[in-house]
């Protein structure tokens, strides 16, 4: 048996330096995904907002309709080379961006579970659209030395503006699914590290987690 097991363990050994144990699978860039997109200053669903995937070419853009709601195709590209064992099904990302007249550009995450073939969004996407020129959060001067970038501090909107709704009686675009939606795509987008940069890094991961009860509270609810 001993002799056995170390057979085995050889054979693998030469298996993953031998190009007859690789294979190919398909990289799932981004799933099949749908949601809405939200005018954060009246709380109403955007029609005519251009919706796509950002970070690589991915099949166009859609326009939202009068419900402001958007459905977008997935991608799958090419065929990339794995070796055994190395792989598997794992929980991936992606961003998704919304743009419309007269508003600043605006993120969310879009999550699902990467297995090497086409796949759906976990999470029905909210994205919260600011006007062009909305005036400057509690954020803003807490984290100008750390946090820039347009998806940053469109996150610092997102999370100012959550702050100021009451999860006794949320806006009805917020179920318990789109606030986890838009607190993972938070704390994806501003992770711990990224206020321990700043100079007023204790305030403001204070303000930042006093923001995010609201999704949270919303969340504990859900059956």
Do not use: K
């Not at 330096?17 to 294979?23: H, Q, R, S, V, Y």
């Not at 398909?26 to 907002?49: H, N, Y």
């Amino acid at each position: 048996m001993r002799n056995l097991m170390a057979r085995l363990t050889t054979a693998v050994l030469l298996c993953l330096g031998l190009a007859a144990c690789i294979t190919h699978r398909d990289q799932v860039l981004a799933p099949d995904a749908g949601g809405v997109v939200i005018d954060a200053r009246t709380g109403r669903p955007v029609e005519g907002a251009q919706v796509r995937y950002p970070r690589f070419d991915a099949p166009a853009s859609v326009i939202t309709g009068a419900d402001g709601r958007f459905a977008l195709e997935g991608s799958t590209q090419g065929r990339i080379i794995l070796a055994y064992p190395i792989g598997g099904v794992f929980r991936d990302t992606t961003s998704v961006m919304a743009s419309a007249p007269g508003l600043g550009d605006a993120y969310a995450s879009v999550d699902f579970i990467n297995a090497g073939r086409p796949a759906s969004a976990i999470h029905d996407i909210p994205i919260l659209m600011f006007g062009a020129d909305a005036p400057e959060t509690p954020f803003d001067a807490l984290t100008a030395d750390c946090i820039g970038g347009t998806e940053e501090r469109h996150a610092l909107r997102v999370a100012t503006h959550v702050s100021t709704l009451d999860s006794s009686t949320p806006p009805d675009w917020l179920t318990a699914d789109r606030a986890r939606a838009v607190l993972d795509h938070l704390n994806r987008t501003l992770p711990f590290s990224r206020f321990q940069t700043c100079r007023e890094a204790s305030d403001a991961y204070a303000l930042y987690r006093s923001a995010t009860t609201v999704l949270e509270t919303l969340i504990s609810r859900a059956p």
